[in-house]
């Protein structure tokens, strides 16, 4: 039998844990089952910004995942942020711990050449790690734009989004247009540095990213999607190959 690749996951945080109510790593089960059904195995990344640490991590894994979660520290995309729209915000636990640690790994990704696959906070980070800014509350700064925030929904379609044709996420998903969920009140409008939007919501909301052709071509596997796609493997083959094609890439010899 292959050997199974190890996916790094990186967690949210919560301020009162189950255990003796400490500031705790928080993931939700659906990451797990999602990376093991396509055949990996998860591991969760460590609550720390030692470079050190999270150098050596990336480099025993076969690929890494970034998570949905809290929201990223404006300061980080736009320090002018009006009050109103800041108010909205609703950082990190731990002072922006998890905002540097995944900004670190984000960057061992790039220099160790490693799969990644981005899920929305995550690929709401990969834009601001590139110089770009955020949307920082849709509905106030977009307010013709679909409600996103249908959390009553989490594990349903809820709009659709129109794929770029011969995109890395349209040849995986066989589709044109793809069904999606949305739990999300920030967002990216304009992809940074060698980033390319290949997904759109018909408000141009982006919902997902790549790499540009030229420097696609010398990473492993490189996606980000602002949807939860580890909420619906379940039920639809589309967001099931997503994680089937991320793990396949990531048990590549030199992986």
Known sequence: MARRPLILVSPSLEKCGVE??????????????????AGGIPMTAPVTTDLAILAECVRRVEG????????????????????AIRQTVEPTPDGGGRDLRELILIREVFQQRKPLLAICRGHQLLNVAFGGQLIA????????????????????L???????????????????????????????????????????????IVET????????????FFLSVQFHPER?????????????????ASARPGN
């Open 20 to 37: 003796f109510h400490d500031l705790s790593a928080s993931l939700s089960v659906k990451y797990d089952f999602a990376i093991l059904q």
């Open 64 to 83: 890494v995942l970034l998570t949905g979660g809290d929201d990223i520290n404006p300061d980080l995309y736009d320090a002018q942020l009006p009050r």
């Open 137 to 156: 509350d849709i509905h106030q700064q977009m307010p013709a734009a679909l409600n996103h925030q249908r959390i009553d929904k989490a594990g349903e």
């Open 158 to 204: 809820v709009h659709e989004v129109t794929l770029t044709a011969g995109s890395l996420v349209a040849r995986i998903c066989k589709v044109s247009k793809l069904g999606v969920n949305s739990s999300h009140h920030q967002a990216v409008l304009h992809p940074a540095g060698p980033l390319v939007a290949t997904a759109r919501s018909q408000d141009g």
């Open 209 to 220: 990213m790549e790499l540009q052709p030229e420097v696609a071509c010398k990473r492993p």
């Open 232 to 248: 619906l493997t379940r039920n639809h083959r589309a967001h099931r190959a997503l994680f089937k094609q991320f793990v396949a």
